[in-house]
């Protein structure tokens, strides 16, 4: 892919032409190798998506990355501690405003939603509302470099989380919106909030798709073979996975589970 860098080490530095990532310093089960951190534009001015956590050092180094050039904007992919705490810190360091789906987010007077486009210098972001993991959930789609910001809609490893402010119903039609828009636009890569970029945007789609159906078909046949808590279906439909991700795995139970059931 044209401006596709993936270093062998891992997420860090890696990106598009006008999109790098800078990882957080916060791995762990849930988060991968860390958040993270997407500078967008190479001119003087730029937009900073996702700052992380409120770690100093990271922030610092975001800054130094930037030198002088101009943040337009600081935009959230959704509200989560490990890709908004440090977004007020990260706007003061920056002198910029925070834009985000939810208010209680926002630093500034513009908040953020579907069909928003933002644009710093010769670049442009378009916002594609894409709820599921969590209710505020956005995507962020970057015509330049063919690619689409996915925060934790899309990871570059493993599958997503339904957390308890998300919804799976929406997850799905997310999922089926993003697998459409990919394909009418001509996406080239994904670029998640956490884990490596995905270099094949439809297969990784297509594969998330087909794990939610999957998923949804063996809490079926766990509950016809008698479990009836999300912790005994987790202790079934997941019993291969390590038990560190197990309260995670019982979070999307719940999750499935409600789906199901149509509540």
């Known amino acids: 892919m044209s401006g596709l860098r993936i270093p062998l080490e891992g997420p860090d530095g890696s990106g ?42 990271h922030l610092a180094r975001v800054a130094e990355h930037l030198r002088d050039r101009r943040v337009v904007a600081i935009l959230l992919t959704h509200g989560h501690h490990d ?45 594609v509302g894409t709820p599921g ?16 910001l996915t925060g934790d809609t899309v990871l570059g490893r493993g599958t997503t989380v339904i957390a308890p402010d998300g919804d799976l119903a929406d997850y799905l039609r997310s999922l089926d919106r993003l697998r459409a828009t990919a394909e009418q636009v001509g996406a080239e890569a994904l670029l998640p909030g956490h884990g490596p970029v995905l270099p094949d945007p439809i297969a990784a789609l297509d594969g998330y798709v087909a794990h939610r159906r999957r998923r949804l078909d063996q809490i079926r046949q766990a509950r016809e073979q ?32 409600d789906y199901l059931d149509g509540s």
């Open 226 to 257: 008698g479990a009836t808590t999300p912790r005994e279906i987790v202790e079934i439909v997941y019993a291969g996975v390590d038990r560190s991700l197990w309260p995670a795995a019982e979070m999307s139970v719940r999750a499935q589970l």
């Open 133 to 148: 993991h969590s209710f505020d959930s956005l995507c962020f789609w970057l015509p330049r470099d063919r690619a689409m």
């Open 16 to 57: 598009t032409a006008h999109a790098l990532n800078l990882l957080a310093p916060n791995p762990s089960p849930m988060t991968l190798d860390g958040t993270n951190t997407w500078v967008i534009g190479r001119g003087e001015d730029v937009l900073v998506v996702d700052p992380g956590p409120d770690d100093p050092r």
């Open 83 to 127: 890709h908004s705490g440090g977004a007020r810190a990260f706007a003061g360091l920056a002198g910029a405003p925070v834009r985000a789906l939810d208010p209680r987010h926002r630093l500034g007077e513009e908040g953020l939603g579907d069909g928003d486009v933002v644009v710093a210098g010769d670049l442009e972001l378009h916002v």
